[in-house]
């Protein structure tokens, strides 16, 4: 701004001054060709010769004037030009700083307002010749002013600053703003751009993520811990029915008729399931409980137990179970990870095709910053309709007739892998087989 002041004043000052100039040089010229020609001459000599003598030294005297005034007139035009130049530079600067969603300012190293734009007057109810020169400081109260003034001495030593603190404004009103500041130089001399933006919805809305999330967390532990006492309790009663309806059917079969001892048969199957639903439920209640800590965990030892766990479906439907030696060692909680193979394998084997033997094979990946496993088998497929659904609790695609089954067992190893940061997901052609997988966090290893 200084040296645009500075050329608009030589600019003015310019077309008076080479005018007086011109004039005493003129005249000095004129006065030392007189002396230099009454001294050079002989006496004498013809007015005529001496006119135009005189003339012709004028003439070459007043050259680098002549040379001079182009010469200023150019520096003028250039001046002009630059002053145009430097006005269109200032509009658009202006225009961004106006156009920005939120305040500007650009304070000088005493921490006073030089320049602001019109949402600053609008958030602090000042107006920019009040805000001018006034100190930013003031705009903050108590511990806000502590970290703002932090923010400020951090990007004069650092360059560069980001704080979040509460502007207050005339009329007392608090607003929280993200405060950018970045040190900068004009002819020299330091000063300090910054922008706030207003952060009270952002914050509102952190806040209310924050209280559904520990609402949903409060309600999820409600339910489990709801699904655990109901499914541990109910186990009692029905243990009371299964052994009351085995006593009956002991103490008075033989004189019952044949109907009456199919209905305990029935009376007995369905407790039996009951009490097998119950197991399952536990078991999945139980996921994610804390009381089995992760450790470091080699996935091949869970393969192994699982493997050995069914060792007799395994032998009966003549499976083959094939898996790489080499398995990456995982953060995990040991019970879980067995069971998540040993239900995955298990599935895999009962859900065979009658026309072959199970063939199941086991392998790891490493994709991107994650082990991805998969199990696949040949068995009998599922209809990708369905992959959504089958990871659901209860949910089955077969009637126990077919396959036996409560439904659970995918529910129960999408839970393990989530517990553990992972995602599961399958892939299938019915007819042909399924492959089940699902993805650990690296960070989990
Ligand atoms: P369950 O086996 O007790 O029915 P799951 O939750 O383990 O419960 O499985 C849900 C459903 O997914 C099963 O009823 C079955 O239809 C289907 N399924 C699971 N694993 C396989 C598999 N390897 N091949 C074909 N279908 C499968």
């Known amino acids: 701004m200084q040296s645009l002041d500075r050329l608009r004043g030589a600019a003015a000052a310019l077309p008076f001054r080479p005018l007086f100039w011109i004039l005493l040089y003129i005249a000095a010229a004129e006065l030392s060709i007189m002396l230099f020609l009454h001294w050079a001459l002989p006496d004498g000599t013809s007015h005529t010769v001496l006119t135009l003598l005189d003339s012709v030294l ?13 010469a200023v007139k150019r520096e003028v035009e250039a001046y002009r030009q ?67 003034e932090g923010g400020i001495g951090m990007a004069f030593s650092e360059g560069r600053s980001e704080v979040e603190a509460q502007l207050t404004s005339r009329n007392g009103q608090e607003q929280p703003f993200l405060f ?23 914050q509102r809305n952190a806040r209310l993520l924050e209280e559904k999330t520990q609402a949903i967390e409060s309600s999820n532990a409600e339910l489990e811990q709801f699904a655990y006492v109901a499914s541990h309790d109910l186990r009692e009663p029905l243990r009371m029915i299964s052994s009351y309806v085995g006593l009956l059917e002991k103490r008075y079969a033989a004189k019952l008729e044949a ?50 766990n069914l060792a007799l479906a395994i032998k009966e439907n003549q499976a083959e179970v094939e898996a790489p030696g080499d398995m990456p060692v995982v953060l995990a909680n040991p019970h879980e990870l067995i069971r998540l193979f040993q239900n995955l394998i298990g599935n895999a084997i009962k859900y065979r095709h009658a026309d072959r033997p199970p063939h ?42 077919d396959f036996e089954g409560t439904g659970i067992g995918l529910a129960v190893c999408k839970k393990i892998v989530e517990h553990h940061g992972g995602r599961m997901w399958v892939t299938s052609v019915p007819g042909i087989g399924s492959t089940f997988s699902f993805a650990l966090p690296m960070s989990s290893s």
């Not at 070459?60 to 004037?65: D, E």
């Not at 010749?129 to 970290?147: I, P, Y």
């Not at 992959?387 to 007739?401: A, N």
Request: hydrophobic residues 45%; contains cysteine.
């Open 58 to 70: 004028l003439f070459f005297a007043c050259l680098p004037i002549v040379w001079r005034f182009f």
């Open 82 to 148: 630059n002053e145009v130049l430097m006005q269109r530079e200032h509009d658009f600067e202006q225009a961004l700083i106006e156009t920005m969603p939120g305040i500007f300012y650009l304070l000088d190293d005493d921490r006073r307002f030089v320049v602001c734009n019109r949402n600053m007057e609008t958030v602090t109810g000042y107006s920019a010749r009040e805000l001018t020169g006034k100190s930013a400081l003031d705009l903050f109260l108590g511990h806000e002013r502590d970290l703002f």
């Open 180 to 202: 950018t500041c970045v040190r900068t130089r004009l002819n020299g001399i330091p000063y300090l751009t910054g922008v706030g933006i207003d952060i009270a919805e952002r």
């Open 259 to 308: 109907e009456a001892l199919e209905f305990i048969a029935f009376a007995k199957d369905g407790a039996q399931r009951m009490d097998h639903l119950i197991l399952d439920l536990l078991e999945f209640s139980r996921v994610g409980r804390t009381t089995h800590p992760k450790s470091p965990f080699d996935v091949r030892e869970a393969i192994n137990v699982a493997v050995a």
């Open 360 to 401: 199941i094979r086991v392998e790891c990946k490493m994709v991107k910053s994650e082990w991805v496993f998969s199990v696949a088998d040949n068995g009998i497929g599922i209809d990708s309709h369905y992959f959504d659904r089958i990871f659901l609790v209860f949910q089955r695609l077969h009637s126990r007739k």
